[in-house]
């Protein structure tokens, strides 16, 4: 079972987009692929994710000391499993290169830099990133993890949404409206790993 991670929340919102931080050391290699693979599991497996979840929070119990997913927010990680029991499963997102692309932008621009958010180089949106790699969508939505090592460690936070009232970024996963999205991750000089995740529904061709 992989690490579970450690609260530390600050969240950000930008219009359509939404931002969570949870500063722990970590390696961004291999996440990409894992991560979308983790949001679609999650979507069309929501009751056998849930299930997961509360096995890694029983394990790290058991093991005495051994962090787990429920320790630090017992409260949202209860909702989010109440939440993924309830869920009906979704098809697929897409992978979609471009949003990946649009998605490696923000982490290129960023994570040199050690900052944090939405906005690009000179306030640039989400919509203008995304339309900068070709994407016109009616609907457009941005998680960003910052410091973790896997893909479960990434998603599983963004479900639970410890901090969040509004539970944006698990309403971004599990959005019926969104058919695509891209990933991209990579290194950050203040919590050595971000992934950024974009979604876009209503995708208009040009």
Not at 10 to 38: I, S, T, Y
Not at 57 to 72: H, K, L, Q
Not at 142 to 155: K, Q, T
């Amino acid at each position: 079972m992989r690490t579970p991670f450690r609260a530390a929340v600050l969240a950000v919102a930008a219009g359509f987009a939404l931002l969570l931080v949870q500063p722990q050391g970590a390696r961004a290699e291999g996440l990409e692929g894992g991560v979308l693979d983790e949001i679609n599991f999650a979507r069309a497996h929501p009751r056998q994710y849930a299930e997961e979840l509360r096995s890694a929070a029983d394990a790290g119990a058991s093991r005495g000391g051994f962090e787990s997913y429920a320790d630090w927010d017992p409260g949202a990680f209860a909702e989010a499993i109440d939440f993924l029991m309830h869920q009906s499963p979704l098809p697929p997102l897409k992978l979609d290169a471009r949003l990946s692309a649009a998605a490696r932008d923000h982490v290129r621009e960023q994570g040199g830099q050690g900052g944090v958010g939405h906005a690009g180089p000179g306030g640039e949106t989400l919509g203008q990133r995304l339309q900068r790699r070709g994407v016109w969508a009616g609907l457009m939505a941005e998680n960003i993890s910052y410091g973790f090592a896997d893909p479960r460690g990434v998603v599983a936070q963004l479900v639970i949404d410890s901090g969040v009232a509004s539970r944006g970024h698990r309403k971004n996963i599990f959005g019926r409206a969104y058919q695509a999205a891209g990933v991209g991750c990579g290194r950050h000089a203040v919590y050595a790993s971000m992934c950024v995740i974009d979604f876009a529904g209503a995708l208009v061709a040009r």
